[in-house]
């Protein structure tokens, strides 16, 4: 399957954006790409891929972590995140052969210009597992109790511009023209960890997650 997951991200596959999605149209934007999802290996699988790029922080009092549409509002975590176990089973639930989830956040609750909850303590608190369900692949930009990273230069995060360089064809290490997912994980743990570590001073470390069934 692994050959099969870098094609679908290539463009095989439909891939179901959350940037801009407010917390109550998260479950129809999924349920809708599910359904319209593009059918692939001849009609036997379809494929769905979860991009979610913004801020995360953790609920202090259960250390589960949440991701932050964009209608978010100073508050409490759990009436305004968006939990990401939620997200994981509502992404487990859809009618699909495959699906992947891949969250370039941090869970620190730290922005710029500060703390985004008037509640949050400033302390980093780490998050708890959130585990992928049957068939799933679970990505994130970074370990539990690290900051992930922004390149000025490309606008992007530095681990979403470290995926797409070696899905491009960087990660592809013995050259067969195939980027393999443990090319691909090796590849942007590696690049990842090195610019973070020299531009940033920081650990930054991309954490890849096989649910069961998923290879």
């Given at each position: 399957?692994?050959?099969?997951?870098?094609?679908?991200?290539?463009?095989?596959?439909?891939?179901?954006?959350l940037?801009?999605?407010?917390?109550?149209?998260?479950?129809?934007?999924?349920y809708?790409?599910?359904?319209e999802?593009?059918?692939?290996?001849?009609?036997?699988?379809?494929?769905?891929?979860?991009?979610?790029?913004g801020?995360?922080?953790?609920?202090a009092?259960?250390?589960?972590?949440?991701?932050?549409p964009?209608?978010?509002?100073?508050?409490?975590?759990?009436?305004?995140?968006?939990?990401?176990?939620?997200?994981?089973?509502?992404v487990?639930?859809?009618?699909?052969?495959?699906?992947?989830?891949?969250?370039?956040?941090?869970?620190?609750?730290?922005?710029?210009?500060?703390?985004?909850?008037?509640?949050?303590?400033?302390?980093i608190?780490?998050?708890?597992?959130?585990?992928?369900?049957?068939?799933?692949?679970?990505?994130?930009?970074?370990?539990?109790?690290?900051?992930?990273?922004?390149?000025?230069?490309?606008?992007?995060?530095?681990?979403?511009?470290n995926?797409?360089?070696?899905?491009?064809?960087?990660?592809?290490?013995?050259?067969?023209?195939?980027?393999?997912?443990?090319?691909?994980?090796?590849?942007?743990?590696?690049?990842?960890?090195?610019?973070?570590r020299?531009?940033?001073?920081?650990?930054?470390?991309?954490?890849?997650?096989?649910?069961?069934?998923?290879?």
């Open positions: 399957k692994a050959r099969a997951w870098t094609s679908f991200i290539l463009g095989l596959g439909t891939i179901v954006g940037n801009w999605t407010t917390t109550k149209e998260v479950a129809s934007t999924l809708k790409a599910a359904k999802a593009i059918v692939g290996n001849n009609g036997l699988d379809k494929n769905i891929l979860v991009y979610y790029s801020h995360g922080v953790v609920d009092s259960t250390s589960d972590p949440y991701i932050l964009v209608d978010t509002k100073p508050g409490y975590v759990s009436t305004h995140g968006y939990s990401l176990n939620k997200l994981v089973n509502a487990s639930s859809l009618n699909v052969s495959n699906c992947s989830i891949i969250i370039e956040s941090c869970f620190s609750g730290n922005t710029a210009g500060g703390q985004i909850f008037k509640d949050s303590s400033g302390v608190i780490k998050p708890r597992d959130v585990l992928p369900g049957k068939d799933m692949l679970l990505i994130t930009a970074s370990g539990k109790d690290e900051v992930a990273s922004w390149d000025k230069e490309y606008r992007l995060g530095l681990f979403t511009k995926l797409l360089k070696g899905l491009s064809g960087e990660a592809d290490t013995n050259s067969d023209n195939n980027v393999s997912l443990n090319e691909l994980e090796t590849f942007v743990q590696d690049q990842v960890s090195l610019e973070a020299l531009n940033d001073n920081r650990s930054q470390n991309p954490v890849l997650r096989n649910g069961v069934g998923a290879n």
